[in-house]
Antibody, heavy 119, light 108 residues
Framework: QVQLVQSGAEVKKPGASVKVSCKASGYTFTSYYMHWVRQAPGQGLEWMGIINPSGGSTSYAQRYQGRVTMTRDTSTSTVYMELSSLRSEDTAVYYC????????????WGQGTLVTVSS | EIVMTQSPATLSVSPGEKATLSCRASQSVSSNLAWYQQKPGQAPRLLIYGASTRATGIPARFSGSGSGTEFSLTISSLQSEDFAVYYCQQYNNWPPITFGQGTRLEIK
């Protein structure tokens, strides 16, 4: 069965970086695009970007350009999202989500990773 | 950027009754619209994609309709497990992919 398992919760200081992992299993890793979506406490969903696990190409939301890097490791079927220059407003749950083939909707989600930014 | 606006913000409905949630796009998204359900402490779950296609395993009481800029999600007979927050998402013009702010469906 398809599973996306994310790394555990993180606490970071302002200005630091965080790298969240998302390990995929149960399907052909390189056949489905992966997106990252975040959700601040009590707030809605916000799209951060996409990575093509096959070639590694990426596209990021403009508001994160220069601060976010998405990568993948095909040998372990894992995608990564690194966010730098953290500020308190980056406190959120970060989700990886697999895009349904030929669609931009997400049929499988990771369990979420809470990143807390606090001095 | 396409802005998605959901209404109402909160909807109070009794179990067994019908609920209709609305989503409006600031410009046409064709039928490239999805609906998600999210319960506290859980990741969102895909209900509908392509504006009207139910995702795998989603009960028939959930239905989606609309195209262009106006969409709706209808839950025909509310069950206790349906009370949650619902989000619409457009994936027609991106980046960025955008979501509505959510509708909280609560028990009346």
């Amino acid at each position: 069965q398809v599973q996306l398992v994310q790394s555990g919760a993180e606490v970071k200081k302002p200005g630091a970086s965080v790298k969240v992992s998302c390990k995929a299993s149960g399907y052909t890793f390189t056949s489905y695009y992966m997106h990252w979506v975040r959700q601040a406490p009590g707030q809605g969903l916000e799209w951060m970007g996409i990575i093509n696990p096959s070639g590694g190409s990426t596209s990021y939301a403009q508001r994160y350009q220069g601060r976010v890097t998405m990568t993948r490791d095909t040998s372990t079927s894992t995608v990564y999202m690194e966010l730098s220059s953290l500020r308190s407003e980056d406190t959120a749950v970060y989700y990886c989500a697999r895009a349904l083939q030929y669609s931009g909707s997400y049929d499988y989600w990771g369990q979420g990773t809470l990143v807390t930014v606090s001095s | 950027e396409i802005v998605m606006t959901q209404s109402p913000a909160t909807l109070s409905v009794s179990p067994g009754e019908k609920a209709t949630l609305s989503c409006r796009a600031s410009q046409s998204v064709s039928s490239n619209l999805a609906w998600y359900q999210q319960k506290p402490g859980q990741a969102p779950r895909l209900l509908i994609y392509g504006a009207s296609t139910r995702a795998t395993g989603i009960p028939a009481r959930f239905s989606g309709s609309g195209s262009g800029t106006e969409f709706s999600l209808t839950i025909s007979s509310l069950q206790s497990e349906d009370f949650a927050v619902y989000y619409c998402q457009q994936y027609n013009n991106w980046p960025p992919i955008t979501f509505g702010q959510g509708t909280r469906l609560e028990i009346k």
